[in-house]
């Protein structure tokens, strides 16, 4: 509770509440009858209506009290913040080629299959987790790939929903479909990036620092129409930064196969990332490329590039009061009526009181 600057001043009048409290119970002023005794009077004893004589000056000096507290404008601020985000557009690009079956990654102490690390990890980049802020002013979108690109969300603000786009993800199952086509991935995530600016345009679109795309693969480009360093070159066009991940080990990997009576087991296979064409593409485009063997070594690489690229927000405090003089006042569970209203009642009291109950003759 505050009071208002300029009518402060007005709880002096406080100092007069003694004085009107003594002439009130002056018994000196009030009107008398003269009487030669008053001694058959003194065995009746003391009634109620006697005994809560008092209540009438305390209603009025009540009321005083108020009305001055009125007259000082107390003010309950209600405090709101508005928070301006420059935000950043994030592409994530994610590969889902049949080489994503390797089990060179650990959760929890048990292996698992590099896609469902990469779940666990973007989940933690755009949520927050432990070291992991989250992204929740920025918007974020996800493509897949494999022989194909494919927009599985839509940049946006709704980080639920991505997650679960990617949750539902799946690794390719047939050799027609796990293929790895970087540069259509790339190509696809620069085109509804660029498609912001149209937003931008049409005041649809918050303001945006800048575009990124994070691709993540682990293995080589041999698929897709575009070239992955032709596509490179399109981002930097466009001042979209790359970053690149190479995911798992590079050489052998281990892989989860079904021997002829059923049983599963793990058979080592041949694993190669082209990290020099992930470098360039990162090099023409402003980004990096981070290398990433097991999970551990992941979640670093988006803690750093979560350091690197960061949204500026801008925190507004104002303020919008409610005069108790004249509105009722929310003070935790309790609503406490307008001051002016608790006036005129304690005066519409005491008047009651005074000609009924509490009535002196003469």
Known sequence: MILDPTSKWFLLLLLVVPLVWWRMCDRRRRGTVRFSSVRPLEGLGTTWTMRARWLLPVLRTAAIVLLVVALARPQKPDEQTRIFSEGIAIQIVVDRSGSMQAMDFRLDGKPVDRLTAVRKVVRDFVLGDGQLKGRPNDLIGLIVYGTYADSKCPLTLDHGYLIESLNRTEIAKTEEEGQTAIGDAIALAVEHLRALERQRSRGQLQQIKSKIIILLTDGESNAGVIPPLQAAELAATYGIKVYTIGAGTDGW????????????????????????????????????????????????????????????????RYFQTTEWATSAVRLGPVTLPPLLLCVFGLLALELILSNTWLRRIP
């Open 253 to 316: 990997a281990p892989f989860k196969v079904t021997d002829p009576f059923g049983r599963e087991r793990y058979q080592r296979m041949p694993v190669s990332i082209d990290e020099e064409t992930l470098r360039k593409i990162a090099d023409k485009t402003g980004g990096k490329y981070f290398p990433a063997n097991n999970t551990e070594s992941l979640a670093n690489v988006y803690a750093e590039i979560d350091k690197l690229e960061r949204s500026r927000t801008e925190e507004k």
